[in-house]
C-alpha cells in the first residue's frame, strides 16, 4: 500500500499530532474487511452479524453501529460508535458541525457507506432529511441503497419523522416490552418471539438540524433513545444551534468553525477554526479529549456502485 504522507493539522502547533494527507473509499472498505466489495463478500459480513431469531441465543451487539470515520494520528483509524452509552458506545446520537466547504457533507456520505457497507437493511435502516430541497442532491446516490426508508425534505420532514417515532413506539408496545428496543430484540432471540419482525437500528441523518421544529427534535432525541433511532444531527456550527442539541448528544464531530467562539464552545479551544477542510475533531463524550483526523473520501461512483451490489445481496 502507497505511503500516506502526513501534514500537520493546520494551526495545531503539536508535532505529534498530524493526520494523513489523504484517507480514500476504498482503504475504509478494507479497514472492513471489503477490500474487494464482493457481493458475497457483502453477504458473508452481514451474515456474521445478524442477530439470533428464535433461537434462545444472547444477544450481541458488540460490533453493531461502529464505523471508522478516517485517520487520525499516525495513520490510525478514529472509530465512532453509535450505540448507546449502556451498550458501550457513543451515542445514541451523534453532533456533526462545521462551515461551508469545512467538509461536512463528504464526510455524511462516507460515515453512511460504512455503516450501510456492514449491516444487512434487518439490522440498520435510514432516513435522510435533505434540507436543501433542490435537484441533484448529494444523498441521490442513496436513494436505491436498500437500507433507506426515506429520503425527506424539509417540508415533509417533520410530519414524517413523527410517524416514524409513533410506529415504532406502537411497535414495542404491541409486543409487550413497552418502549425499549433491547428488550424487544431479546424477546424476538427467544423461542417465543420467532415470529416477530425485524425492527433494525435508525439512523436519522438531518442536514441541518435547525429546520426541524424544536418539539419535533426534542421528541425525536429523547423518545427515540429507547426506540432505536440514532440522530445525525448536522449544523453550521451556530453556538446557539449546538447548544439547542448538545443537551440530547454526547459524542460530536467538528470540522473548521467560522469563529473561534464557535471552536471554543464546541471543543474547548481554537483548535477546530484552525482545521483544513475535511479534517475533523471527534468528541466521543463530554470532557474527552478531541481526535483529530482525515475524513475517508467516497467518490459518488463508488457510492452508486456499492448501492447496486448491497441490493443484489440476497436477490
Same mark, same amino acid.
Given at each position: 500500500?502507497?505511503?500516506?504522507?502526513?501534514? !500537520?493539522? #493546520?494551526?495545531?502547533?503539536?508535532?505529534?499530532?498530524?493526520?494523513?494527507?489523504?484517507?480514500?473509499?476504498?482503504?475504509?472498505?478494507?479497514?472492513?474487511?471489503?477490500?474487494?466489495?464482493?457481493?458475497?463478500?457483502?453477504?458473508?459480513?452481514?451474515?456474521?452479524?445478524?442477530?439470533?431469531?428464535?433461537? +434462545?441465543?444472547?444477544?450481541?451487539?458488540?460490533?453493531?453501529? #461502529?464505523?471508522?470515520?478516517?485517520?487520525?494520528?499516525?495513520?490510525?483509524? &478514529?472509530?465512532?460508535?453509535?450505540?448507546?452509552?449502556?451498550?458501550?458506545?457513543?451515542?445514541?446520537?451523534?453532533?456533526?458541525?462545521?462551515?461551508?466547504?469545512?467538509?461536512?457533507?463528504?464526510?455524511?456520505?462516507?460515515?453512511?457507506?460504512?455503516?450501510? *457497507?456492514?449491516? $444487512?437493511?434487518?439490522?440498520?435502516?435510514?432516513?435522510?432529511?435533505?434540507?436543501?430541497?433542490?435537484?441533484?442532491?448529494?444523498?441521490?446516490?442513496?436513494?436505491?441503497?436498500?437500507?433507506?426508508?426515506?429520503?425527506?425534505?424539509? !417540508?415533509?420532514?417533520?410530519? *414524517?419523522?413523527?410517524?416514524?417515532?409513533?410506529?415504532?413506539?406502537?411497535?414495542?408496545?404491541?409486543?409487550? @416490552?413497552?418502549?425499549?428496543?433491547?428488550?424487544?430484540?431479546?424477546?424476538?432471540?427467544?423461542? #417465543?418471539?420467532?415470529?416477530?419482525? *425485524?425492527?433494525?437500528?435508525?439512523?436519522?441523518?438531518?442536514?441541518?438540524?435547525? @429546520?426541524?421544529?424544536?418539539?419535533?427534535?426534542?421528541?425525536?432525541?429523547?423518545?427515540?433513545?429507547?426506540?432505536?433511532?440514532?440522530?445525525?444531527?448536522?449544523?453550521?456550527?451556530?453556538?446557539?444551534?449546538?447548544?439547542?442539541?448538545? &443537551?440530547?448528544?454526547?459524542?460530536?464531530?467538528?470540522?473548521?468553525?467560522?469563529?473561534?467562539?464557535? $471552536? &471554543?464552545?464546541?471543543? +474547548? $479551544?481554537?483548535?477546530?477554526?484552525?482545521?483544513?477542510?475535511?479534517?475533523?475533531?471527534?468528541?466521543?463524550?463530554?470532557?474527552?479529549?478531541?481526535?483529530?483526523?482525515?475524513?475517508?473520501?467516497? !467518490?459518488?461512483?463508488?457510492?452508486?456502485?456499492?448501492?447496486?451490489?448491497?441490493?443484489?445481496?440476497?436477490?
Amino acid at each position: 500500500m502507497r505511503a500516506r504522507r502526513q501534514v !500537520d493539522n #493546520r494551526g495545531r502547533g503539536d508535532a505529534a499530532r498530524v493526520v494523513p494527507e489523504s484517507a480514500d473509499g476504498p482503504l475504509m472498505l478494507s479497514l472492513l474487511g471489503l477490500g474487494g466489495v464482493e457481493v458475497a463478500d457483502i453477504a458473508a459480513l452481514w451474515a456474521d452479524r445478524a442477530l439470533p431469531v428464535g433461537t +434462545g441465543e444472547p444477544v450481541d451487539r458488540g460490533l453493531l453501529l #461502529r464505523v471508522p470515520l478516517g485517520l487520525g494520528v499516525g495513520g490510525v483509524p &478514529v472509530w465512532l460508535d453509535l450505540k448507546d452509552e449502556a451498550d458501550g458506545g457513543a451515542g445514541p446520537h451523534l453532533l456533526q458541525t462545521g462551515m461551508t466547504g469545512s467538509g461536512k457533507t463528504v464526510g455524511l456520505q462516507s460515515m453512511l457507506v460504512g455503516l450501510c *457497507a456492514q449491516h $444487512s437493511p434487518d439490522l440498520m435502516q435510514m432516513v435522510i432529511v435533505d434540507t436543501k430541497d433542490g435537484v441533484g442532491s448529494v444523498f441521490d446516490g442513496f436513494a436505491d441503497y436498500p437500507h433507506t426508508v426515506a429520503i425527506l425534505g424539509s !417540508d415533509t420532514c417533520a410530519a *414524517a419523522l413523527m410517524e416514524l417515532v409513533d410506529g415504532r413506539s406502537r411497535a414495542l408496545h404491541e409486543a409487550g @416490552v413497552g418502549g425499549r428496543i433491547g428488550r424487544y430484540r431479546e424477546l424476538r432471540a427467544s423461542v #417465543r418471539g420467532a415470529d416477530l419482525p *425485524a425492527l433494525p437500528d435508525l439512523v436519522v441523518v438531518v442536514d441541518e438540524f435547525r @429546520v426541524l421544529p424544536h418539539s419535533v427534535a426534542r421528541r425525536l432525541m429523547r423518545e427515540g433513545t429507547g426506540l432505536g433511532i440514532h440522530v445525525v444531527a448536522v449544523s453550521q456550527a451556530s453556538v446557539g444551534e449546538s447548544r439547542k442539541v448538545a &443537551v440530547n448528544v454526547n459524542c460530536r464531530i467538528v470540522l473548521r468553525t467560522s469563529t473561534v467562539q464557535e $471552536s &471554543v464552545q464546541l471543543v +474547548g $479551544s481554537a483548535d477546530a477554526h484552525e482545521l483544513s477542510a475535511g479534517v475533523g475533531l471527534f468528541v466521543p463524550k463530554r470532557g474527552a479529549e478531541p481526535m483529530p483526523f482525515r475524513g475517508f473520501l467516497v !467518490d459518488d461512483d463508488l457510492i452508486v456502485d456499492l448501492g447496486r451490489r448491497f441490493g443484489a445481496v440476497g436477490a
